[in-house]
Each structure stands twice: as structure tokens, then as C-alpha cells.
């Protein structure tokens, strides 16, 4: 008789990965705005000599090693978080000089490198959506979970919050149908039942207590004051698509070559965002918040995916602070939908 087990190989996702994940992100849009925003400023100062020059795409595969070693040679739980921030700065300054890697002349300036940078960012935003969404309640991974929280025991941060969270993870790891499974986790949830009464309170982190004080920020200033606001941003937002739509449809050849060879791509796009957006103000005043918000949502969702990705290759630099302008609208109308609508 064969009493070997089968080894279990599938792939577990690992407790707030997507915390990790989106530290990354929002460290890597960051760190491209923030190196052209220097460069610009300071003219693209440069270290070297007649003969070397340390491009900044070097630092950023040096900050892209380090956060690969740290998850591998260490096991706290603040190594994750660090290579999360560290891996965000490396691919910043290394994409930022796309530029140069895909052209004959080492061009940094070359037009469609801030859009290839964009439509990279949004494909990652993409997966990082899927990967959120992605949930189970499977007992392997749920003795994952417990396990890697135990480790806040040997640093003494174990807090009541999250044993109520193992406790969660080792209650579906109960009703695991392989037998040492199911027992390592009773044994650990006795541990846990008996160790409650010396636990902390409860202590968010700077980054959930800053979040938490922002949304009662926004709560504060009340649902009709918060109403006005987004009837504001609707407005004004449809008045400035207009005004772009009678742009590209009057203006003769004075107006930028990049944009009468996009001109009818360009307009298709406008015209459907300010359709999108013709419909989101009119609903959202005949008191129809719910299905006002959709639209307004999806205009701002096809700007930011269709009509940014060109502006960056038209405009460059410049189409930064359009696109951070419609990432806050964007933020506002979102907010609305999460503080006041179900």
C-alpha cells in the first residue's frame, strides 16, 4: 500500500496581497510624476561625465533588486510592506526612460513614451481590480491566512482585531476535510480563546487611521453640501467636453499637427464621453442619484482609459494634471455613491 500523500501545489493567494499590491501602484504613478515634474524643473540635470552618464533607469533596477531580496531573505511581515514601496519606486524610474529603449536615438522625448507609461499603468490598475475582486473560503488557504497572522504573536502586536480575523480564518479551516488540517486549527483556536483576555485593543495603522479620518472628513460636510459638489463636477465637466468637442470641429490648421491627425479618433471619443455625460446631469437632476452617478462614473472611466492615453502622446507632461483633475472627480462621485447610496 502507497501511504505517500499527494503534494499540494496550488497557488494561494497571500493575505493583503492587495494592500501590497496597490502600495506598489500608487507608488509607481507617483514616482513617474514626480521624476519628469523634477527634470522639468531643474533641466534634466545628469550624473556623469563627457563619458558616463547614470541614467535614472539604473537606480530603479537597483530599487527593483533590493525589493526582490527582502521578501526572500526575510520573513517579518514589514519586508512585504517595504518591497511593496521599493518595487513602486524601481519600475517608476525604470519605465520612465521607456523612451530610450525603444528608439535608435536613445530618444527620451519621444511622443509615445508617456502614453506606452499610461496604458502600462492602466493594465496593472486592470489585473490589480481582477486580483481584488478574486475571494475564497477554501480551508487551505484560509490556514494560510491564520498562519501568517500568527506571526504578530512573536513580535508581541498581536491586537484583538486581528485574533477576531485568524479566528475567522481558522473557523472555515475547521471544516477542512483533511484531518490535520482541521485539527492543527482547533488547537490554535483553543490557543487563541485562551490568550484573548492579554491582547491589545484594537490599533489602526497610520495608512487605515488616514483613511478612516478622510472619510469622516468627507461625511461631515453633509449630503446636500456633498449633492452640490458633484452637480458642480457634472457641470462642469459635460461644459469643458463640449467646449473640446467645439474646438476639434471649428478650429483650422492653428490648432497642434498631432491633433488634426487624431481629430476624428479624438472626436469620436469626446462625443461619447459627453454623451455619457449629457445623460449623467440630466439624471442626476431629476433626482435619479443612482443611475446619475453611473453615467458620470463610466464618462469620467472612458476619459481616463481612451481619451488620456492619446492626450499623453499629443500633449506629453501636460496631460498629467488633466488626468489627476479627473481622478479626483472621479473620487468625489464615488464617494457620494459609497457614503449615501446602497
Same mark, same amino acid.
Request: aromatic content about 12%; proline content about 2%.
Given at each position: 500500500?502507497?501511504? /505517500?500523500?499527494? !503534494?499540494?501545489?496550488?497557488? *494561494? ?12 501602484? +500608487? *507608488? ?17 540635470? &545628469? %550624473? ?13 533596477? @537597483?530599487? @527593483? ?21 521599493? #518595487? ?8 520612465? /526612460? +521607456? ?25 496593472? =490598475? ?8 478574486? #475571494? ?50 482547533? =488547537? ?19 495608512? !487605515?487611521?488616514?483613511? !478612516? ?17 458633484? #452637480? ?9 467636453? +463640449?467646449?473640446? %468637442? ?20 479624438? @472626436? ?20 435619479? /442619484?443612482?443611475?446619475?452617478? !453611473? ?5 469620467? $472611466? ?5 481619451? &488620456? $492615453?492619446?492626450?499623453?502622446?499629443? #500633449? ?17 462621485? @464615488? ?8
Amino acid at each position: 500500500m502507497n501511504n /505517500e500523500k499527494t !503534494k499540494i501545489r496550488s497557488i *494561494v493567494r497571500r493575505e493583503h496581497a492587495d494592500g501590497y499590491l496597490l502600495t506598489s501602484l +500608487v *507608488v509607481f504613478g507617483a514616482t513617474v510624476i514626480f521624476t519628469r515634474l523634477f527634470l522639468q524643473l531643474t533641466g534634466f540635470p &545628469q %550624473i556623469g561625465n563627457s563619458v558616463l552618464h547614470i541614467a535614472h533607469a539604473l537606480w530603479g533596477g @537597483l530599487l @527593483l533588486f533590493v525589493a526582490v531580496l527582502l521578501p526572500l531573505a526575510m520573513a517579518n511581515r514589514w519586508a512585504l510592506q517595504l518591497s511593496a514601496i521599493l #518595487s513602486g519606486l524601481g519600475i517608476g524610474l525604470f519605465i520612465d /526612460e +521607456v523612451g530610450k529603449f525603444i528608439t535608435q536615438a536613445n530618444d527620451y522625448f519621444f511622443p509615445p513614451a508617456l502614453s506606452l507609461i499610461y496604458g502600462f499603468f492602466l493594465i496593472c =490598475v486592470f489585473f490589480y481590480l481582477l486580483f481584488r475582486r478574486s #475571494s475564497s473560503n477554501e480551508p487551505r488557504r484560509a490556514m494560510y491566512h491564520a498562519l501568517e497572522g500568527l506571526q504578530e504573536i512573536l513580535d508581541g502586536d498581536m491586537d484583538k482585531r486581528e485574533a477576531g480575523l485568524i479566528e475567522s480564518h481558522l473557523e472555515v479551516a475547521k471544516r477542512s476535510d483533511r484531518e490535520e488540517l482541521a485539527s492543527l486549527a482547533s =488547537v490554535l483556536s483553543e490557543y487563541l480563546e485562551r490568550e484573548k483576555g492579554q491582547l491589545l485593543l484594537a490599533e489602526h495603522s497610520n495608512w !487605515k487611521r488616514s483613511v !478612516k479620518n478622510l472619510d469622516s472628513l468627507g461625511q461631515r460636510i453633509g449630503r446636500r453640501t456633498h449633492h452640490t459638489i458633484v #452637480s458642480g463636477i457634472l457641470i462642469f465637466w459635460l461644459a469643458l467636453i +463640449v467646449g473640446y %468637442i467645439a474646438i476639434l470641429v471649428l478650429a483650422g490648421p492653428s490648432i497642434d499637427d498631432l491633433v488634426i491627425q487624431w481629430r476624428a479618433v479624438l @472626436l469620436v471619443i469626446q462625443v461619447t464621453i459627453g454623451t455619457l455625460m449629457f445623460i449623467a446631469v440630466i439624471t442626476w437632476f431629476l433626482e435619479d /442619484e443612482t443611475r446619475g452617478l !453611473k453615467f458620470g462614473i463610466s464618462g469620467f $472611466l472612458v476619459s481616463l482609459i481612451t481619451l &488620456q $492615453l492619446h492626450y499623453f502622446y499629443i #500633449s506629453q507632461f501636460a496631460a498629467i494634471t488633466t488626468t489627476l483633475l479627473q481622478l479626483t472627480f472621479l473620487l468625489v462621485l @464615488l464617494s457620494y455613491r459609497r457614503f449615501y447610496l446602497k
